[in-house]
């Protein structure tokens, strides 16, 4: 049964950093693809970041730069290192794969 869990979210000053963690089970880690996805109140999930098998990344125009997804093989994760966060970075978000295999999601507010 495939498994996806966030973690690492919270509370963060603009200008700030946090990483997200997203341990899978359930799959072959090292040969899928891997996102992240976000979702803001009142708006509809939108694609972050995506990680392939030869760890090629892609990055969406409003987080270029800012945000970094990388993966561990060996611990089954997949990570989203997020820098110089803004307001509008506010969401929950979520991690996904192949399939249609999503986490539960990780609550990112970005708050003075």
């Known amino acids: 049964q495939v498994h996806l869990e966030e973690s690492g979210g919270g509370l963060v000053q603009p200008g700030g950093s946090l990483r997200l963690s997203c341990v899978a089970s359930?799959?072959?880690?090292?040969?899928?693809?891997m996102a992240w996805y976000r979702q803001a109140p009142g708006k509809e999930r939108e694609w972050v970041t995506t990680?392939?098998?030869?760890?090629?990344?892609n990055y969406a125009d409003s987080v270029k730069g800012r945000f970094t997804i990388s993966k561990n093989n060996a611990k089954n994760t997949v990570y989203l290192q997020m820098d110089n966060l803004k307001p509008e970075d506010t969401a929950v978000y979520y991690c996904t794969t192949e399939g249609g295999y999503w986490g539960q999601g990780t609550q990112v507010t970005v708050s003075s």
């Open positions: 990680i392939n098998r030869g760890s090629s990344t």
């Open positions: 359930g799959i072959i880690f090292s040969i899928r693809t």
